[in-house]
C-alpha cells in the first residue's frame, strides 16, 4: 500500500557547506523528509491521526475529515485520504502558493480559504468555528493538539535515527510548526540515551517568512508542545535561513523547503560550540514546493 511507504527516509551527513564553519570531529547528519509519498514529514502524523480516527469508530459513513493546515499537513491528508477513500475539508490562509493549491485540488481536497492576515491561526479557528457548527459532518482532526501527530515520531522519526547513527547520536535539532516532530523524537532519543540533548528551532519574530514554522510566543501554542524537552531553544533569522537554504541545493545538491535552511542553521549554532559530535537535524520538504515564490530564489 502506498502508505506502507512512508517514513524510513535517508539519514545522509552533510559535508561541503560544513567547511570551516563546523569542527572537523563534529558531525552533521541530516533526514531528507521530502522522500516520503506525500513529499514531506508530515505524511508521517497525518497517516498517524487518519489511522487513528479510523480505528476509532468516530469515523462514520458520510462524514468528512477536517482540518487546518498552511499547506504540507493538508497535502499529506489529502494524497492519504484519497488512498483510503475518505472526503476532506481543509481550512488554508488564503496566501498559501499556488503549487499547494493545485496539489490539494489534484486530490480532490475541499479547501476552505481563510484571512492571509490572521496566517495559520485564522486557519484553525475556521476549523474549530466548522466542527462547532456541524459536529456531525466534521470528524475534525487537530493536528496541534492530536497526540498521534507527536507519536507519529516517537514511533518512527526516532527509532530510525537512532538505527542509522548506530546509537551514536549526541544532538537532535528541530524546527517547530505543531511541533509534533520535535516532541516525538526528542521523547523518545531521551529514552534511547537521557544524554541526547535535544534543540527547539523557531522563528526569532512574529513576522517572518519561515513558512511551515510557528513563533510561539506570538501564536496559539500547540497543546502538543512539550518545551521541558528542551535543552536550548533558538530563534533563526529568516535572512540566514533562506541563504542556507541556497547553499543546500548549489553546495549539497539538495533542493529543500526553507524551513531546513532554518534546522540547519540552528544545527550548525550547535555544532560550533561542540569539539566533537554527532547532530541529528532534519529536513522537512522539497524546494519544488516554493519554485513559484520568486524571492526565494532569484
Ligand atoms: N517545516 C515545514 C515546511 C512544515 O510544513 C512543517 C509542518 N507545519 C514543519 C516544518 C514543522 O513540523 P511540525 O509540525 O512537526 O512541528
Known amino acids: 500500500m502506498l502508505v506502507d511507504r512512508i517514513g524510513n527516509t535517508p539519514l545522509v551527513r552533510l559535508r561541503h ?11 552533521i547528519w541530516a533526514k531528507l523528509e521530502w522522500f516520503n509519498p506525500g513529499g514531506s514529514v508530515k505524511d508521517r502524523a497525518a497517516w498517524a491521526m487518519i489511522r487513528d480516527a479510523e ?9 468528512r475529515l477536517l482540518d487546518s493546515s498552511s499547506g504540507n499537513t493538508g497535502i499529506a491528508y489529502g494524497m492519504i485520504a484519497a488512498a483510503r477513500g475518505h472526503a ?52 475534525y482532526l487537530d493536528q496541534y493538539s492530536n497526540a498521534a501527530n507527536w507519536r507519529a515520531h516517537y514511533e518512527t522519526t526516532a527509532p530510525e535515527i537512532w538505527r542509522d547513527t548506530g546509537g551514536r547520536v549526541t544532538h537532535w ?40 514554522l510557528k513563533h510561539l510566543e506570538s501564536a496559539i501554542v500547540p497543546a502538543i508542545y512539550d518545551a521541558s524537552l528542551a535543552d536550548a531553544d533558538l530563534g533563526a533569522p529568516t535572512e540566514a535561513s533562506i541563504l542556507l537554504m541556497r547553499r543546500l541545493a548549489r553546495e549539497e545538491g539538495m533542493l529543500v523547503g526553507v524551513s531546513s535552511g532554518a534546522a540547519l542553521w540552528g544545527a550548525i549554532e550547535v555544532a560550533r560550540q561542540l569539539d566533537r559530535g554527532v547532530v541529528v537535524t532534519l529536513f522537512p520538504d522539497s524546494g519544488e514546493r516554493y519554485l513559484s515564490e520568486e524571492h526565494l530564489w532569484p
Open 17 to 27: 557547506i560544513l567547511d570551516g564553519v563546523v569542527p572537523p570531529e563534529v558531525e
Open 55 to 63: 480505528s476509532s469508530g468516530r469515523l462514520l459513513p458520510g462524514m
Open 88 to 139: 476532506l475539508t481543509l481550512c488554508l490562509p488564503a496566501n498559501a502558493n499556488r503549487e499547494r493549491k493545485k496539489i490539494l485540488r489534484a486530490f480532490g481536497v475541499e479547501v476552505i480559504e481563510t484571512d492571509p492576515l490572521e496566517g495559520s491561526d485564522g486557519a484553525i479557528r475556521r476549523a474549530r468555528e466548522l466542527v462547532a457548527e456541524h459536529p456531525d459532518l466534521y470528524l
Open 173 to 212: 535539532v528541530s524546527a517547530l510548526g505543531t511541533t509534533g516532530t520535535f516532541t516525538g523524537t526528542s521523547r523518545r532519543l531521551k529514552e534511547y540515551d537521557p544524554r541526547i540533548l535535544c534543540v527547539s528551532v523557531q522563528p526569532d519574530s512574529p513576522f517572518h517568512g519561515l513558512e511551515g
